[in-house]
DNA sequence: CTTGACACCTAGGCTGCCTATGTATACAAT
DNA sequence: ATTGTATACATAGGCAGCCTAGGTGTCAAG
């Protein structure tokens, strides 16, 4: 199952500051993440994931370091680890509460609650 | 709790399906069912839904009939009552999967599962 | 006779996801 | 040597749906 563009929008916001707030990750670790812990369900393009991370460290929900990736598993790459700012944790707990109660009340229309 | 637009897209039309399996109705009627059902918290403009009503009628997964308001109730007015076709209830069957799909990989992301 | 509820409609703007493409490095395969 | 694959970042342009804001017209109530 493929989900549609229209579905999928919206969900990446809150998935990444989610993320974030275990441990500091880059881009195309997420993505791969999110692949792997979804079954291949959830496919982040990194089209989308990239622009959405500048948008939030643009808004201060998270903030980004370069750092060079460890000698002995991919020398000579550099990566932008992200980290969830104070505000981004606020912002994850308004995310969170939102898609809870936004997906209880499509399950109550859909007839699934 | 105001939820997106990001997060409304794409539940617009599922739900519309949805009304449309257990009966007739028009466009006016589905706005303020949506909204009494969901206790208020899902709040459909006209705007949203008058074209996506058009769309899939345009599709084919829904059809519409013109029909007077009983006098006692509406004298006068014009009712644009919507049903589903048979292309409609299967394009339901998928959209109600894909939701549940959908729904449990995001609560997986966000540790709500 | 004005207000509000009913009932429909559309144009234009905004915004975020996608495709496609690009850069650059390292290593394996041919 | 060269090609391919994985890593890791980035952006431009297209597309599509939700929203705002405005419009039409009927009728009942104040």
Redo the contacts between chains.
């Keep these: 199952?493929d989900?549609?563009?229209?579905?999928i929008?919206?969900?990446v916001v809150?998935?990444v500051l989610?993320?974030l707030k275990d441990k500091p990750m880059y881009g195309y670790e997420m993505v791969k993440v999110?692949n792997a812990?979804?079954g291949g369900?959830?496919e982040w393009k990194e089209g989308t994931l990239y622009p959405a991370l500048h948008r939030l460290a643009g808004t201060g929900l998270i903030s980004a370091k370069w750092v060079a990736a460890p000698k002995g598993e991919a020398p000579g790459r550099k990566r932008k680890y992200y980290s969830i700012t104070r505000k981004g944790l606020r912002e994850l707990a308004r995310r969170?509460?939102?898609?809870?109660?936004?997906?209880l009340?499509?399950?109550?229309?859909?007839?699934?609650g």
Tied chains: 1, 2.
């Design positions: 199952m989900f549609s563009n229209d579905l929008r919206g969900s809150p998935i989610s993320l999110v812990r979804t369900k959830l969170t509460e939102e898609w809870a109660q936004f997906s009340a499509v399950d109550t229309m859909l007839s699934l």
